[in-house]
Every structure is written in C-alpha cells, then in structure tokens.
C-alpha cells in the first residue's frame, strides 16, 4: 500500500527553531549565527567584539564544539553568560540544542546572544536554529576560493566577513577573486573586512551589528 | 555529515506515517531533496538504512527526488531558477535573491505492508 505524506523532514528542528526565535523575540535579544570553517576565528573575533559593543550591552554566547569547553573558558571572563554545547559526533547545531542552552539564560536581561556554529563550511547552513541573522566567516589562510566552493553557503548570509587581513601582505589572497564571485553569489549581503588581531575593520562591524537592534 | 540528522527526521516521519496506517512493515520511501541543502545521496542512503535499524523501516528501499532550485529577486521581483554556484538575476544582474524552493526535504510517500485483517476494517 502506498501511503502519499508530504511533510517536512525537518519539521521537528524546524518548530524549535521558530520556538526559539519567539523567544528570543520576546525578550527582545538579538541572535547571531555565526557560520565558518574551524579556525577561521570566529572565537577571537568574539572576545574582540563583546568588549567593543560596550560594558552595558550584555552578551551570551553559545558554543557549538564536537569537545572541549576551551572556547568557551575564552569567552567566559567577557561575556555575561557562557554555555558551551558539545556535540559530540555532531557536525552541526540543531535547533534543540540551543533551545536548551538559551532556556539556561536571562534573555531578558540581554542584547544579543551569539550563537557559534561547530566549524563546518556544509552542514550548519542546512539546520534552522532561530537565530535573527547568519554572519559567515571567511580567513584569509582559507584561500581566496571559498566563496566559489561554498557557495549555498555564503548566498545565505546575511553579513560575510573576510578575517585575519592582517595576513594579507604575507599571504597571496586574491581579493579581486573573493569579490567577483561574491558578485554571483549575495550581493545583499554587506562584506566587511577586519582583524581581530590589529582591529582594522572591527568598527564596521560593531556598526552592522548595532544596526541589527534597530530591526 | 549532516545526512544523518536527515535521516533521523526522515525514520520519525515514516514512523509516524506507517503507525497512522496500521502499518506492520515499510518498504519504501520516497523523499525529495533540495538541491541547497547539499544533500549526497549516497551518504542520506548509508545514514537511512543505519538509522532504520530495528525500525519498521528496517530494509526499506529510499528513493531520493532531487528538486531544483528556485529565486525570486529582491529588486525586480523576477522569478529564475539559479544554478547551485550563481545567483545571478538574469533581468538586474544583482545576487540579491530569496530562495523559494531547492530547502526543502519533504518525505513524499511510504510504501507499507498492512496486515489483512487491519487492511478490512
């Protein structure tokens, strides 16, 4: 007997997800998912960005590793709550996860809570977790074909930043490559370039976020 | 490896199909894939048949539909079907598109044995 369905696959991650983003809408936070391969310095770019936010805008931030609660040791002493979610073998995210760790915050009592994503250019990009934006990484030591590699990836940011520019003058990175395949792929989508090490750029970033409140 | 969270959510949906119709046995399903979702047939097949282990799904057969993409642009309003690696507007030539369809992971249909006497009533 064949029995017609037609139902969503991911229907179960999919309604925690909106859960989550009603949430986190109700409190009035602001969720950031931020998407990249792993050490493309989405930790750093952190402990860059809480203090540069300003001491009264508390932050939360939710860490996705397979092990380890070393990011999240780095990201305790700045932001106002840290939860680390190992995930074991997991590649990703899912929705339930960050629902059980943002049930562990104050919300109300924050601005943003950032949700770092477990380093994967693939799988991440396919699991809805309620955030309000998707902020992907791009460093320079990737290489400047990314973009072209990973393009489902980099259509839905809603923010792409290029890190580690310092390394530009050491490394051969052709810019020119990175934005001509940008303009394919999200020309929506601001492109900002920055070092969390020297700072260039920071302050074009914490503008675009700020901006994100005003949404 | 995303296929195997994929999986899981496919063997609760037939599951569920195949209890809503008395269902003793699954032996095949069919489920259509976007393309945006980067999907590899092969590893959701290795994922489903490990996951279906000592399910009712055990053994079943998956048919995976792949489904293409499709945008709509957000300056002109154009409807186009992108390619995975291009986002292009054909009419403004802007990458500035909302994706309509190619996210979906839909589980179209089970195919199931029901018991004689469940199959009468």
């Known amino acids: 007997m064949k029995v017609r369905v037609v139902e969503n696959v991911l229907k179960a991650n999919d309604a925690v997800a909106s859960a989550n983003r009603g949430r986190m809408d109700q409190a009035r936070v602001v969720a950031i998912n931020l998407m990249s ?11 860059r960005t809480i203090p540069a936010l300003g001491a009264d805008v508390r932050c939360a931030v939710l860490v996705g590793d397979l092990q380890t609660t070393r990011d999240a040791e780095r990201l305790e002493p700045l932001a106002a709550e840290t939860i680390q979610i190992n995930t074991g073998t997991g590649c990703h995210l899912t929705a339930p996860q960050v629902a059980e760790g943002i049930g562990r915050l104050e919300l109300e009592r924050l601005a943003y809570v950032f949700i770092e994503n477990v380093g994967n250019m693939v799988c991440p990009a396919a699991f809805d977790l309620g955030e309000h934006r998707r902020v992907v990484l791009l460093s320079v030591p990737e290489g400047d074909d990314k973009v072209a590699k990973y393009p489902t990836l980099f259509q839905q940011a809603d923010a792409i930043l290029l890190t580690k520019t310092d390394l530009l003058g050491v490394l051969d990175f052709d810019m020119g490559r990175v934005r001509d395949d940008l303009s394919r792929i999200n020309t929506a ?6 070092s969390a090490k020297s700072g260039q750029g920071i302050d074009q970033w914490i503008e675009w976020l700020r901006g994100q409140r005003r949404l | 490896m995303h296929e195997l969270s994929i999986a899981e959510g496919l063997i609760d949906r037939v599951s569920a199909a195949a209890r809503g119709h008395c269902a003793s046995r699954v032996t095949e399903v069919t489920v259509s894939v976007g393309v945006m979702r980067l999907v590899v047939p092969e590893a959701l097949q290795i994922a489903f048949g490990a996951v279906a282990e000592g399910t009712m799904a055990e053994g079943a057969e998956l048919q995976i539909v792949e489904q293409t993409a499709k945008a709509v642009c957000n300056r002109c309003g154009g409807a186009f079907e992108p390619d995975i690696g291009c986002y292009l507007c054909p009419s403004c030539g802007l990458a500035d598109v909302r994706i309509t369809a190619g996210n979906e992971i839909i589980l179209e249909s089970v195919v199931c044995d029901v018991p004689q006497e469940e199959a009468v009533r």
């Open chain 1, 37 to 47: 391969a792993p050490g493309s310095g989405k930790t750093t770019l952190l402990e």
């Open chain 1, 189 to 194: 989508a601001p492109f900002i370039e920055l």
